[in-house]
T-cell receptor
């Protein structure tokens, strides 16, 4: 069964800290992995997409890495800001393009 | 914003009723996927449509059905609503191929009483 887990479930940090969110998946035959941000009661905003042949992607203060062989991805957020407070979801795409999502990490950045 | 729109934004129904949710995909995208997100959980894949045909389905019963129209907009229909159907329903559009970013709409919040 294809499963995605995320650690930690929740995280609270002071503004300015660097932080790492973790994602693990059981089936390594992925097409790609995508990190999303979700604000309360809202839809999903795509942050970074990593193709199965890539090792990492960067966008501004965000860096996502992918290790297919170990079934892991990390999302690194540098110099966190209160506006980064949201739930971060990891999703893995398999054949048929449907995503399998993790449960998310709820991040709070305190001013 | 992604260009994917959904209607209505909120909906309240009673158990046993039927509901139709609508999604307009981003311009140029011919693939639409629907997801159900229960409170505090990640989204669960319901099904995907490509060129008006169902192109993959998750572990949802047949009372969850869908349509895609020639303009690539889509509907999700749920019959015989149950309390556990209360959730945020998200649609996502993309180009086909399995390697493209999915762009999500804001969702429809369904409450079944």
């Amino acid at each position: 069964k294809q499963e995605v887990t995320q650690i930690p479930a929740a995280l609270s940090v002071p503004e300015g800290e660097n932080l790492v969110l973790n994602c693990s998946f059981t089936d390594s035959a992925i097409y790609n992995l995508q990190w999303f941000r979700q604000d309360p009661g809202k839809g999903l905003t795509s942050l970074l997409l990593i193709q199965s042949s890539q090792r990492e992607q960067t966008s501004g203060r965000l860096n996502a890495s992918l290790d297919k062989s170990s079934g892991r991805s990390t999302l690194y957020i540098a110099a966190s800001q209160p506006g980064d407070s949201a739930t971060y979801l990891c999703a893995v795409s398999y054949e048929g393009q449907n995503f399998v999502f993790g449960p998310g990490t709820r991040l709070s950045v305190l001013p | 914003e992604t260009g994917v729109t959904q209607s209505p934004t909120h909906l309240i129904k009673t158990r046993g009723q039927q509901v139709t949710l609508r999604c307009s995909s981003q311009s140029g995208h011919n693939t639409v996927s629907w997801y159900q997100q229960a409170l505090g959980q990640g989204p669960q894949f319901i099904f995907q449509y490509y060129r008006e045909e169902e192109n993959g389905r998750g572990n949802f019963p047949p009372r969850f059905s869908g349509l895609q129209f020639p303009n690539y907009s889509s509907e999700l229909n749920v019959n015989a609503l149950e309390l556990d159907d209360s959730a945020l329903y998200l649609c996502a559009s993309s180009l086909p191929g399995g390697k493209e970013t999915q762009y999500f709409g804001p969702g429809t919040r369904l409450l079944v009483l």
